[in-house]
Nanobody, 117 residues
């Protein structure tokens, strides 16, 4: 059974930091591209950061210089370090794994991040 489980969300004041974790099971996570997405109330889900299986990284303009995506030393984990958080970062954050070989895509259940002003 494939599972992606996010954790680390919570309530933080503006300017604060959070570190989100994504733990995968049932898939060869290290062979997938891993993405962090977010969805704010009333808005579409948007990509925040992506890391390819080869380590190529990309960020949304809105988070460049503040967020850092990484893979853990354990092959089944990934992280999103979020610094200098702003109220507009408030959203449910989702972990995503996608395999380019067959386009199989998996999602976690999401973790809520709330940034107060």
């Amino acid at each position: 059974q494939v599972q992606l489980v996010e954790s680390g969300g919570g309530l933080v004041q503006a300017g604060g930091s959070l570190r989100l974790s994504c733990a995968a099971s049932g898939i060869a996570f290290s062979f997938s591209a891993v993405g962090w997405y977010r969805q704010a109330p009333g808005k579409q889900r948007e990509v925040v950061a992506v890391i390819s299986r080869y380590g190529t990284i990309g960020y949304a303009d809105s988070v460049k210089g503040r967020f850092t995506i990484s893979r853990g030393s354990a092959r089944n984990t990934a992280y999103l370090q979020m610094n200098s958080l702003k109220p507009e970062d408030t959203a449910v954050y989702y972990c995503n794994a996608r395999f380019s070989s067959n386009d199989d895509t998996y999602w976690g259940q999401g973790t809520q991040v709330t940034v107060s002003s």
